[in-house]
Structures are given as structure tokens and as C-alpha cells.
């Protein structure tokens, strides 16, 4: 069937996390809509991760509201469980998901509402736009990487399992969550893994019998507003891998991982490095124990009987390559043979053809809600706060722009009907029954 002539109130664009929580809240309600989806429900969990790749979040914290995982509450979901989880998601309340339609443009209407869409299917109609596309959407290798070099180079979403990689040592660059991930695999395979270790936020995997995903929550973290200053640009290295255990860079160190700073340049087989490793470490161990004085303010204020964690406190003694660091790494002699950049993503909007972006293509939006009328995105970072782009904090972003579409709807039937009172969500009140003159 084409979805071509199709006239949509409300178009979502995506069907990952996002496209399936910002459907669940149109259909609660009542808004017509209806979802493309390129290729297949939450595919990003499907296809495009690693393959050992669990939640960063235990199952209980990183879901929906209306449904659990049939796993143990504090396990960590493999990812093809978190593509299921969504998958039945949206069966659950028979969502109206197209899948394998691409939108390929998006534009407004001249001289009347709505907008015009085209998808590899078709034109649609639509009065509204929701872009549900994802937080990371295409990934970014810094203009620092070396070209015609005889080096395997990919980024973290190519990369699959070790078996995928030439012999060889490995460079991962960036230690955020994927990049220390992999760094870890590669290195309990059997690969000499150099890491390169950038500004970092590392919480400890658990603190006094809670996880650090409970700990945000009560603290207050997940939802900021803004980054704080300074630190919009950190990372955060977490990991579910293996039961869930803290990022500590000083053990990965023990395990045989050579910790590098920030990768600086390359120059043919030579590579430099910043001498900032010790700086980030420094700054890493701040975060990690800032978050347990807090935690431990909020167990005091609150009169919790949570046990007790020096050993928490502890640290390792700083490794070789922390007291030593290599600044300058001649690639071949080192038997490096492949890069892996961990270096993020961003944003890719030109399929959306509207006045809201900045020059740099940033999209402009309050909370989701654009300043092109009728288009709206969800699921970025920090779309509304710090849990905007992950699994429980999409949910809340989408209600919120669900009932400003309603809310949009009501206005619109107020014009064409002239009747206010005739919306068919709320009871009517009988004035002369109670009395009113
Ligand atoms: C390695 C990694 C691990 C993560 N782990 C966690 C975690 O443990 N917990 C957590 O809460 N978050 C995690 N996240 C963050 C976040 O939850 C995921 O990135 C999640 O996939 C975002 O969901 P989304 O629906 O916003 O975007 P996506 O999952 O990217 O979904 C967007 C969908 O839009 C579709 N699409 C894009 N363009 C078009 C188009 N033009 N037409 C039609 N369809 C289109 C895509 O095919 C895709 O299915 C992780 C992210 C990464 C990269």
C-alpha cells in the first residue's frame, strides 16, 4: 500500500523510543497520527550497536511507565531486549507505525496550513510535523583523522566485535560510554588497546546500595535544565557491561589498557597526545566524588539506613602510563592497526525544510516546541533537560508536546466551528442547573 494522497493530522517522524512514546501519548489524546519509520521499530537498538552492547540503565530505570521488562529489575537488558521491549510497546496500544517509508522532505505549505511530504512512498499531507529522527544520528569523526593511510578507521556505530578488526593493536579514541565499552572488549579479547581519555563525568556504577540511575533521580541530575557550565561538552562514562560495574580508569589501566590524553594530531604513523591525561582523571575522580558526598548528604537529611561504603573512597594507585604518559605514538612500530573513533554524533535535519534551525543547522525549539508552528522534535540531548535523549526522560518530553499539539487542535477547531464547548474531552456545565443567573 503507498501512503501516497494520505492527508495526517499529526506526522512522526521515527519510530524509536521516541516515535513510539510520542505515539502512545497522540493516541491517549485522541490525535490522528500516524508514524514512519525508515526501516524497522527502534532499529538503532536492532542494528545499529555493538553486539554485546546491554542498557547502561537497569531495566526498572531505563523503561516506560506503562510496561516492564520480564527481566530481573536491576538486570541490564542485551540490546535486541530493549528493540523487543519497544517493539511490543507499540503493539500494546497498536500504534500506527509505517515502517520502511523514509520522509525525504519536509515542507511548508504557500497560502495554506499544513505541510507537504515527501517520503520514498509517496506525498503526504500533514498539519503537523514531530521529528522523532534520534539524538545521534550521524556519527562524527573529528577533521584530525588521518587520510590515505593504510589504517582500519571506523566509528563506535560500525563497530561490532572484536572478530570485525584486523590483527593488531587498536586506538580507541574518546572514553565516554562506548569508547571505554569497547576499549574494554578489545582488551579482554586478547587486543592491546591504547585509550584516548577526554573530559569525563564517571558516577560510580552503585553507591550505598542504590544504582547511579536512582541516585540522579533522587538527587535531582536528571532533570537540569542546562549542562552545568563547563561541562557541556563532558561525557559520561557508565556501563552495564557484566552485571554493571563503576568506569574506573586506574583498573583498566591494571588490566592492561594504556591510557593516552586527548588525541591531539596525526603526522603520517605518528599520532600526538595532550599532556592533559592526569588533568582529566583528576576532574573524573571529582565528579565520581561529588555524587557521593551528595549522596551522602541525602541519606543524613533523610534519615535513610543505607549501608555504609568507604571502600568506595579508596583509589588506586595511578598506573605507568598515568605517571609516565606517552605523549607521541609512532603507529606502526606500536603494531597499531585500526582507530576507533568514539567521538559522538550529531544531528542531520536536511530532509526538514523549515524555518527553525540556526545557521550551524542547531534546531531552535522551547521544550520540543519549534519556532516553525506545527513542527516540533523530540528525543534530543537536553531537549527539555539531561534525561531528554534517554529512555525514561523521552516519555516526558513527548507528553508534553502531545498535549501543546492538542492543545494546538483545540484552537484550530475553535475557528472552524465557532463552538468552544463542543470539544469532545471535557462534560459541559449546565448553567441553569447550578443556579447561574
Ligand atoms: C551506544 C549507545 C548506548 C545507549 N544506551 C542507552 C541506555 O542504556 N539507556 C538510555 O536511556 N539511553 C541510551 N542511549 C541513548 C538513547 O536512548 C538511544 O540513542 C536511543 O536510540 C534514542 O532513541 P530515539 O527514538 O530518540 O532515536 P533512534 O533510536 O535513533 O530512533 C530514530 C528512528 O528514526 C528513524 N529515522 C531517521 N530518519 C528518518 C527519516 N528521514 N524517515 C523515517 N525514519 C527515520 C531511524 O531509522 C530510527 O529508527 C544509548 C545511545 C547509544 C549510542
Known amino acids: 500500500m503507498t501512503v501516497e494522497q494520505i492527508q495526517v493530522d499529526t506526522l512522526v517522524v521515527g519510530a524509536g523510543q521516541a516515535g513510539v512514546a510520542m505515539s502512545e501519548h497522540l493516541s491517549k489524546l485522541g490525535v490522528p497520527h500516524l508514524v514512519l519509520e525508515r526501516s524497522r521499530v527502534a532499529e538503532a537498538w536492532r542494528s545499529g550497536r555493538w553486539d554485546s552492547l546491554v542498557a547502561n540503565g537497569p531495566v526498572w530505570h531505563d523503561r516506560f511507565p506503562g510496561l516492564e521488562f520480564a527481566i530481573e529489575p536491576d538486570a541490564f537488558a542485551a540490546k535486541d531486549q530493549v528493540a ?190 595532550r599532556a592533559d591525561l592526569v588533568d582529566n582523571l583528576a576532574r573524573g575522580d571529582e565528579n565520581y566524588l561529588a555524587l557521593l558526598d551528595a549522596a551522602d548528604a541525602y541519606i543524613a537529611r533523610n534519615g535513610l539506613h543505607l549501608p555504609l561504603e568507604p571502600e568506595a573512597r579508596q583509589r588506586l594507585p595511578d598506573p605507568d602510563c598515568v605517571t609516565q604518559p606517552i605523549l607521541a605514538l609512532d603507529l606502526l612500530a606500536a603494531g597499531v592497526t585500526s582507530i576507533i573513533w568514539a567521538t559522538g554524533y550529531a544531528v542531520d535535519f536536511s530532509w526538514l525544510q523549515v524555518d527553525t534551525f540556526t545557521e550551524q543547522g542547531k534546531p531552535l525549539h522551547q521544550r ?38 492538542a492543545t494546538q487542535r483545540k484552537y484550530q477547531a475553535y475557528s472552524d466551528a465557532r463552538q468552544p464547548s463542543a470539544t469532545a474531552d471535557a462534560p459541559v456545565l449546565n448553567l441553569s442547573s447550578v443556579g447561574a443567573h
Open 84 to 273: 523487543d521491549y519497544f517493539e511490543a510497546y507499540a503493539r500494546k496500544f497498536n500504534a500506527p507505525i509505517r515502517t520502511g517509508v523514509e520522509v525525504r522532505k519536509v515542507q511548508r505549505n504557500v497560502g495554506r496550513p499544513g505541510f507537504t511530504v515527501e517520503t520514498s512512498d509517496g506525498v503526504i499531507q500533514a498539519n503537523r510535523v514531530v521529528a522523532a529522527t534520534g539524538p545521534f544520528q550521524r556519527p562524527v569523526i573529528p577533521p584530525i583523522a588521518p587520510k590515505g593511510t593504510a589504517l582500519n578507521q571506523l566509528h563506535s556505530a560500525e563497530y561490532r566485535n572484536p572478530q570485525q578488526l584486523p590483527e593488531g593493536a587498536v586506538l580507541v579514541v574518546g572514553a565516554g560510554s562506548s569508547g571505554v565499552q569497547i576499549a574494554d572488549e578489545l582488551q579482554r579479547a586478547g587486543r592491546q588497546v591504547y585509550l584516548s581519555v577526554g573530559a569525563h563525568d564517571r558516577p560510580p556504577r552503585s553507591y550505598r546500595n542504590r544504582d547511579f540511575c536512582w541516585w540522579l533521580g533522587v538527587l535531582g541530575e536528571w532533570d537540569a535544565e542546562i549542562a552545568k557550565p563547563g561541562r557541556e561538552h563532558v561525557t559520561i562514562a557508565v556501563s552495564g557491561a557484566r552485571g554493571g560495574q563503576t568506569i574506573d580508569f586506574r583498573a583498566l589501566a591494571q588490566q592492561g589498557i594504556t591510557l593516552v590524553g586527548l588525541t591531539q594530531a596525526f603526522d603520517g604513523d605518528r599520532v600526538t597526545f
Open 368 to 405: 520540543g516546541v519549534s519556532r516553525e508552528p506545527g513542527v516540533y522534535f523530540l528525543g534530543l540531548p537536553w531537549l527539555s533537560r539531561r534525561g531528554s535523549s534517554f529512555i525514561w526522560g523521552v516519555w516526558h518530553d513527548a507528553k508534553h508536546v502531545a498535549d501543546h499539539i
